[in-house]
Structures are given as structure tokens and as C-alpha cells.
């Protein structure tokens, strides 16, 4: 069951206003539905007053919809509202108000809600029989600092004739994919189901996108899962020299990550017995992390170890435990500034895991707990400062990151400086004229993706913004208009390529000061 709160646009309102009088307000009106344009019956629509959403205890006004769409309030009290519609299978709206004043009678109110859409299926095996419990995934692209990944909106598991329904989805486009479940039942003896994106096809930048329309029940789109000889892993669990022997027993596992550049496959899972030792059956082709932890004289240890597994059998492969990693380091800050090390706060972390340390007014901390995995390591807090250098020991280690997966830490020295750039002017349309509001300037690393050198700000209603604490270097500025995926221009280089000659170079040195005049893009301009 899906639904969503619809919060109405004053655009979609259309209502007709009696002349004003004193005493209580009437509201009439009728539920569309968008796609049809036909009344929707059943809708919960509520009145939800502007004034009141903070105070406790307070009842928002609420009616239903009969079978011509039709609701009425009576009694209201001038004031704002947001008005609300839910149903089933429908999805959410705008974000606008209502406002009614005393003897208010709004008659003719229309409120138009969209449906969710829906893709089914069927996923089948080469001689054309349904395959059970096959995850089906409704994916669409993020952009992170992994770069441009498929990540799942919704799902479904196919039943036993191999069919399958995603349903509650907004209009869009979408990429399917069939992933049977890792080590799961297997097709025949040593075989194994490989994970496809629709239309059938292994390597997920060959999907096709399905474009789904509002109120859309998408019917047909169906895989054939090939089949491929499993491969077996196997290996030991293994304590570091010179520790107790892991006492293994009860449900330990080492998990196994399938992954790729574009997305995550899923997770598989593996026994430890007695002496350490662990065997996956049935993985298919590709590339694995497999991670562990368990307790070793009452402390938890970790490991992690990346394989490609191919057509044949992997064996020996040890996972060596390593204890939690406790990393000594120094924060410094140069500059004239009157920011202290203790008002900052350091940081050590990867997309997934981390921590963090608050220094001590000469700059000293400890980041306590690691496990094994390559960290960004920075600083934040207050104050006009940027990044300028992060070292591990006696290595600059501010774009490689820290990396501990061999289980060693060291001195970690992160130098923050007060002496940036700055960067300011104004956005202008193709005539000359100020453009604010909706705008969004962005400020983009030439030859690195460092994601602390990445800035964004809006502009004001002369047209001007300005940046600070920018790292002397070389950039790219750009104004964009409502509706870029910042995201996108964050992280993917592509996304921003067709947009290279609407952009802007700048050279910011260290104290320097530029001053620079931007014409605004619009998204559609390099599509």
C-alpha cells in the first residue's frame, strides 16, 4: 500500500471567493486525479493549519472524499493552511498555502493528486521457466562521491511462476535489474544465476532505461537470467602473530559484497567453524570484498580482504583479523585568525564508516576505533578556513586518504589555514540584468575531485555572491539555474562537460582576492 501527503501549489488551486464577511469560513472543492482528470473518491484531505503546526494537542480540520471528489469544510477559522490530500497509490504535491480570512466562503477549490506508477514482469531462465525469489530492483542514478552509481528506489521478489510488480513509483526513468539472491538455490549442480539489467544484460552501462509515466501499470518487461558454472572460495580466518587463538563458534560469518564502478550487488554469507575456516559455493564472476569481525581475549577485530573471482576456484584466501585502530594526530592552524584547534573538530571517515575527535586547545586528539579501510581525513568547525594539507607520518596523504587495511595507524597531522582566497561578482542573464533567487554558483577543483574544495552559494537580489576560505589553485565557476542536480555537478565530470564553455577559469592564490561576472546556464543548455 502507497500513499502521500499532496500539499497543494496556489496554482493548483482554483477556487472562487464569495464576497468577505465576518464569523466562521467555508471551503468546498473536488479531488482530481491528475493523469484522468476524473474525481478521486476516498481522499483524506485535511486542513492544516499554518499557525497551529507547532502547538501541541491542536486537531487539524479533516474530510473525505465521497465518489464524485467532493469535500467540504465548514466552521474554519480564519487563518493560513496547508491543504493535505492522501489516498492510496497517489503521491505527493507542492508546498504553497491557503489563506482565508473571516466569512471566507472558497467554493469550486479543485486539488489535482498524481498516481504512483508500475512495472511488472516475469524473470525466466533459458529454457523459459519462472525463477523464484529473484530480487527485482527499480534503480535510478545518484551522483556520489564514489562517482555516478545506480542505487535501488524500490523493490519487489519475484513469486513462485517468476513474476514480479514494483509498484508506488513516480513518473520517471528507471533501470531494472534481476539479482538473484548470492549463494542462493542454485540452477544445477556448481551453477549459479548471474545478476542482469534489463533488457538481459550483465554489464549495467548497457541498461536501457524504462521511461515511466505518471499513472503508468507497465506491463512486460521481463529477463532471461543466464546461467554460469559458481565458483567456491575458501580460506581461514586467521589471528594476528603473537595473539590468543580466536575462539570461533555460534554464528560468525564473513560476508562477501559483490560490487562493480556502477553499483552494489548484494551481500553473501559464509560460516566460520571451529578452526577459522570459511567456504562460499556458487559466486558468480567479478570482484568481492569479504570483511570480518569477531572477539579475540574480549577486544573486536576486524579484516578485510578485496578478490576477483573468476571461472575458477578460489582457494587459501586468508583473512588476517587486525585490532581496532587507534590514530594519534596534531591539528594546526595557520593564518591570523582567532579560531583555537579545540573549536574545530576532526574527522576520519570513508562512504560508508568513521569517526571523529575533538582536539584539545593545543591541537591534539586521538580518533579512536578504525577498522581496517582506506579514511578522508579532514577538519571542521568555525571560522573561514580550508583544507591545505593532510599527512600520515611523513606522507601527504590529502587526496590518497589514510589507509589502514594492513591494521597500522600513525601521526596524523592535519594543517588548516586562514589565509584562502575569495571569490565574488555577479550573475547576469543573456541581457545584462541581475539574476537571483533561484540560482545556484558553483566552484569546481581544476585536475582534482577533492570533495572539500567543492562550493556552492546562491546570489542575492543584486545578482552578487561571494565565496570564501577557497584553497589558492585553479577553478571553474558556474551559475546554474533551478532544476541542476548539484549532486551531479559535485561529483561527475561528464555531467558538467557539455557545460565547459558556459562556465568560467579563475586562479585563486593564496590571500588573493578576484572578482568575476557570470552568465547564468540554463540546465537544458548543454542537454
Same mark, same amino acid.
Given at each position: 500500500?502507497?500513499?502521500?501527503?499532496?500539499?497543494?501549489?496556489?496554482?493548483?488551486?482554483?477556487?472562487?471567493?464569495?464576497?468577505?464577511?465576518?464569523?466562521?469560513?467555508?471551503?468546498?472543492?473536488?479531488?482530481?486525479?491528475?493523469?484522468?482528470?476524473?474525481?478521486?473518491?476516498?481522499?483524506?484531505?485535511?486542513?492544516?493549519?499554518?499557525?497551529?503546526?507547532?502547538?501541541?494537542?491542536?486537531?487539524?480540520?479533516?474530510?473525505?472524499?465521497?465518489?464524485?471528489?467532493?469535500f467540504a469544510f465548514t466552521g474554519l477559522v480564519a487563518g493560513t493552511y496547508w491543504v493535505v490530500a492522501e489516498r492510496d497509490n497517489f503521491q505527493g504535491g507542492g508546498s504553497e498555502t491557503l489563506t482565508?480570512?473571516?466569512?471566507?466562503?472558497?467554493?469550486?477549490?479543485?486539488?489535482? !493528486?498524481?498516481?504512483?506508477?508500475? !512495472?511488472? &514482469?516475469?524473470?525466466?531462465?533459458?529454457?523459459?521457466?519462472?525463477? #523464484?525469489?529473484?530480487?527485482?530492483?527499480?534503480?535510478?542514478?545518484?551522483?556520489?562521491?564514489?562517482?555516478?552509481?545506480?542505487?535501488?528506489?524500490?523493490?519487489?521478489?519475484?513469486?513462485?511462476?517468476?513474476?514480479?510488480?514494483?509498484?508506488?513509483?513516480?513518473?520517471?526513468?528507471?533501470?531494472?535489474?534481476?539479482?538473484?539472491?548470492?549463494?542462493?538455490?542454485? #540452477?544445477?549442480?556448481?551453477?549459479?544465476?548471474?545478476?542482469?539489467?534489463?533488457?538481459?544484460?550483465?554489464?549495467?552501462?548497457?541498461?536501457?532505461?524504462?521511461?515511466?509515466?505518471?499513472?503508468?501499470?507497465?506491463?512486460?518487461?521481463?529477463?532471461?537470467? #543466464?546461467?554460469?558454472? &559458481?565458483?567456491?572460495?575458501?580460506?581461514?580466518?586467521?589471528?594476528?602473530?603473537?595473539?590468543?587463538?580466536?575462539?570461533?563458534? &555460534?554464528?560468525?560469518?564473513?560476508?562477501?559484497?559483490?560490487?562493480?564502478?556502477?553499483?552494489?550487488?548484494?551481500?553473501?554469507?559464509?560460516?566460520?567453524?571451529?578452526?577459522?575456516?570459511?567456504?562460499?559455493?556458487?559466486?558468480?564472476?567479478?570482484?568481492?570484498?569479504?570483511?570480518?569481525?569477531?572477539?579475540?581475549?574480549?577486544?573486536?577485530?576486524?579484516?578485510?580482504?578485496?578478490?576477483?573471482?573468476?571461472?575458477?576456484?578460489?582457494?587459501? !584466501?586468508?583473512?588476517?583479523?587486525?585490532?581496532?585502530?587507534?590514530?594519534?594526530?596534531?591539528?594546526?592552524?595557520?593564518?591570523?585568525?582567532? $579560531?583555537?584547534?579545540?573549536?574545530?573538530?576532526?574527522?576520519?571517515?570513508?562512504?560508508?564508516?568513521?569517526?571523529?575527535?575533538?582536539?584539545?586547545?593545543?591541537?591534539?586528539?586521538?580518533?579512536?576505533?578504525?577498522? @581496517?579501510?582506506?579514511?578522508?581525513?579532514?577538519?571542521?568547525?568555525?571560522?573561514?578556513?580550508?583544507?591545505?594539507?593532510?599527512?600520515?607520518?611523513?606522507?601527504?596523504?590529502?587526496?590518497?586518504?589514510?589507509?589502514?587495511?594492513?591494521?597500522?595507524?600513525?601521526?596524523?597531522?592535519?594543517?588548516?589555514?586562514?589565509?584562502?582566497?575569495?571569490?565574488?561578482?555577479?550573475?547576469?542573464?543573456?541581457?545584462?540584468?541581475?539574476?537571483?533567487?533561484?540560482?545556484?554558483?558553483?566552484?569546481?577543483? $581544476?585536475?582534482?575531485?577533492?570533495?572539500?574544495?567543492?562550493?556552492?552559494?546562491?546570489?542575492?537580489?543584486?545578482?552578487?555572491?561571494?565565496?570564501?576560505? !577557497?584553497? @589558492?589553485?585553479?577553478?571553474?565557476?558556474?551559475?546554474?539555474?533551478?532544476?541542476?542536480?548539484?549532486?551531479?555537478?559535485?561529483?561527475?565530470?561528464?555531467?558538467?562537460?557539455?557545460?565547459?564553455?558556459?562556465?568560467?577559469?579563475?586562479?585563486?592564490?593564496?590571500?588573493?582576492?578576484?572578482?568575476?561576472?557570470?552568465?547564468?546556464?540554463?540546465?537544458?543548455?548543454?542537454?
Amino acid at each position: 500500500m502507497r500513499f502521500g501527503p499532496i500539499v497543494l501549489c496556489a496554482g493548483l488551486l482554483a477556487a472562487q471567493t464569495q464576497p468577505a464577511a465576518q464569523g466562521p469560513c467555508r471551503v468546498e472543492g473536488t479531488v482530481l486525479n491528475s493523469v484522468t482528470g476524473e474525481p478521486v473518491p476516498r481522499v483524506l484531505v485535511t486542513l492544516r493549519s499554518v499557525q497551529a503546526a507547532a502547538a501541541s494537542g491542536s486537531a487539524d480540520p479533516a474530510a473525505s472524499t465521497i465518489h464524485d471528489g467532493k469535500f467540504a469544510f465548514t466552521g474554519l477559522v480564519a487563518g493560513t493552511y496547508w491543504v493535505v490530500a492522501e489516498r492510496d497509490n497517489f503521491q505527493g504535491g507542492g508546498s504553497e498555502t491557503l489563506t482565508l480570512r473571516a466569512g471566507d466562503q472558497k467554493t469550486d477549490l479543485v486539488v489535482r !493528486i498524481t498516481p504512483f506508477s508500475a !512495472i511488472a &514482469g516475469r524473470v525466466r531462465n533459458a529454457e523459459g521457466d519462472g525463477i #523464484p525469489g529473484v530480487q527485482v530492483n527499480a534503480m535510478v542514478y545518484h551522483y556520489t562521491a564514489q562517482g555516478r552509481r545506480l542505487e535501488p528506489q524500490d523493490n519487489t521478489v519475484t513469486n513462485d511462476l517468476g513474476e514480479y510488480r514494483v509498484y508506488g513509483l513516480a513518473a520517471g526513468k528507471y533501470f531494472l535489474r534481476a539479482a538473484p539472491a548470492l549463494g542462493g538455490l542454485a #540452477p544445477g549442480p556448481g551453477e549459479t544465476y548471474l545478476t542482469v539489467y534489463y533488457p538481459s544484460v550483465t554489464d549495467p552501462s548497457g541498461a536501457a532505461a524504462v521511461d515511466l509515466r505518471a499513472g503508468q501499470d507497465m506491463r512486460g518487461v521481463d529477463f532471461t537470467l #543466464p546461467r554460469v558454472r &559458481g565458483a567456491a572460495v575458501r580460506g581461514h580466518v586467521v589471528a594476528p602473530p603473537g595473539s590468543p587463538a580466536p575462539s570461533f563458534g &555460534g554464528k560468525v560469518f564473513v560476508l562477501a559484497a559483490a560490487t562493480n564502478a556502477v553499483t552494489i550487488d548484494g551481500v553473501a554469507r559464509a560460516n566460520v567453524d571451529l578452526e577459522g575456516r570459511f567456504e562460499f559455493q556458487g559466486l558468480a564472476p567479478g570482484a568481492y570484498t569479504l570483511t570480518f569481525q569477531g572477539g579475540i581475549g574480549g577486544k573486536l577485530y576486524f579484516a578485510l580482504r578485496r578478490i576477483q573471482v573468476g571461472a575458477g576456484d578460489l582457494e587459501g !584466501i586468508d583473512l588476517t583479523l587486525v585490532p581496532p585502530v587507534d590514530v594519534n594526530g596534531v591539528l594546526r592552524i595557520e593564518g591570523n585568525t582567532s $579560531v583555537r584547534p579545540s573549536q574545530l573538530r576532526a574527522f576520519m571517515e570513508t562512504p560508508l564508516m568513521g569517526n571523529q575527535a575533538d582536539p584539545k586547545d593545543e591541537g591534539t586528539f586521538t580518533i579512536r576505533s578504525l577498522q @581496517p579501510e582506506v579514511y578522508r581525513a579532514f577538519a571542521g568547525g568555525p571560522g573561514d578556513l580550508y583544507l591545505k594539507s593532510v599527512r600520515c607520518g611523513t606522507a601527504d596523504v590529502t587526496e590518497s586518504g589514510v589507509d589502514l587495511t594492513s591494521g597500522g595507524g600513525c601521526e596524523l597531522a592535519i594543517t588548516m589555514s586562514a589565509n584562502g582566497g575569495q571569490i565574488e561578482g555577479q550573475v547576469q542573464d543573456d541581457k545584462g540584468q541581475p539574476v537571483y533567487g533561484s540560482v545556484t554558483v558553483t566552484l569546481l577543483a $581544476v585536475g582534482t575531485r577533492r570533495d572539500d574544495l567543492f562550493k556552492r552559494t546562491g546570489a542575492d537580489l543584486s545578482g552578487h555572491f561571494k565565496m570564501t576560505a !577557497i584553497a @589558492p589553485g585553479s577553478y571553474r565557476l558556474y551559475a546554474w539555474e533551478q532544476g541542476v542536480d548539484i549532486n551531479a555537478v559535485r561529483y561527475d565530470p561528464d555531467y558538467v562537460k557539455p557545460f565547459d564553455g558556459l562556465g568560467q577559469s579563475v586562479q585563486v592564490s593564496e590571500g588573493g582576492r578576484e572578482n568575476v561576472s557570470l552568465k547564468v546556464i540554463g540546465v537544458a543548455a548543454g542537454q
